[in-house]
């Protein structure tokens, strides 16, 4: 349970550094900080105790197996992460090269 | 297994707390990396060596997109005076992260305890999946047979974001 409150914690700190941060980059950073903290909430619900990686050996059949379902959810999860992060930074570094700063409070007070 | 677990976990949160509070916005993004690879690590714990291939070649690449945005700019994190707004904005974030956790608080009693017992849903991808599907890897078998059409929608996200990507990165703005 101590790993799913911590998984938790990680998840608050994505979380408070996207409302306080102005910075468009740390914003970034915090937004795959919860990525990275839904992925753990998933890999561990699909932990199983005494149980093997999710590969079948054909001489030795009857074992325990973790999970493969939310690895399979996580993987889907993990490509999708990269696109929108990599969307992000393409956004980011447009808006810098327009205004500038990384600011989003400057950048709201600029006309653009 | 979950002392271990917990160690990294405690980890990356020591990592994420210094990249969103680094005056350098480098030291940020690096830090950012400890939190994606002992990530690497927990899934190696977890027995998912799939997903650490993937999450390792992945945060690599992030890294190098993020340190490369990061290096064009003036890499200074723009401390403005902590007045009023940022005292509203700060107390907004600690009342939601505390209505999170009372609700994480109720929601607890209903998780199992890690490693306890597999999702009803996951015996029918396990058993009888070799057969059906041909491939000794349940997550390969999962991911391009029983969901395949989740993975073509996950191959059109990424064909849309690389199109996205070049087309915001060519256009020319209106003042250059």
């Known amino acids: 349970m101590t790993a799913y409150w911590l998984c938790f914690i990680l998840f608050l700190t994505g979380l408070y550094g996207v409302i306080t941060r102005r910075n468009l980059v740390k914003i970034a950073i915090s937004l795959s900080v919860m990525e990275f903290s839904c992925f753990l909430f998933l890999a561990l619900t699909g932990y199983r105790e005494g149980g093997v990686a999710p590969i079948v050996d054909v001489a030795e059949p009857v074992q325990t197996y973790v999970d493969p379902l939310p690895q399979a959810m996580v993987l889907t999860a993990i490509v999708i992460g990269l696109a929108t992060t990599a969307m992000l930074m393409a956004v980011i570094i447009r808006i810098y090269r327009k205004y500038g700063t990384f600011d989003i409070r400057e950048i709201k007070n600029l006309r653009g | ?169 060519r256009i020319r703005g209106r003042k250059g």
């Open chain 2, 1 to 169: 297994m979950e002392l271990a677990i917990s160690v990294i976990a405690g980890f990356m949160i020591l990592g994420a707390i210094y990249a969103i509070h680094a005056r350098d916005l480098l030291s940020a993004v690096i830090a950012c990396g400890i939190v994606g690879y002992s990530l690497v690590i927990c899934f190696l714990l977890l027995k998912a060596p799939d997903l650490a291939i993937v999450q390792i070649v992945v945060e690599t690449i992030t890294l190098i997109i993020m340190v490369a945005v990061v290096l064009d700019s003036s890499r200074e994190e723009a401390y403005g005076k902590f007045d009023r707004r940022a005292w509203i904005t700060a107390g907004t974030a600690v009342a939601i992260l505390f209505a999170l956790f009372w609700f994480m608080w109720m929601a607890s009693a209903d998780l199992s305890p890690l490693g306890d017992d597999t999702l009803r849903m996951a015996n029918a991808y396990i058993d009888g999946a070799v057969e059906s599907t041909g491939s000794v890897n349940l997550v390969t078998g999962v991911v391009f047979d029983f969901r395949g059409y989740d993975t073509l929608g996950e191959a059109t996200v990424l064909v849309t974001a690389v199109l996205g990507v070049l087309t915001i990165l």
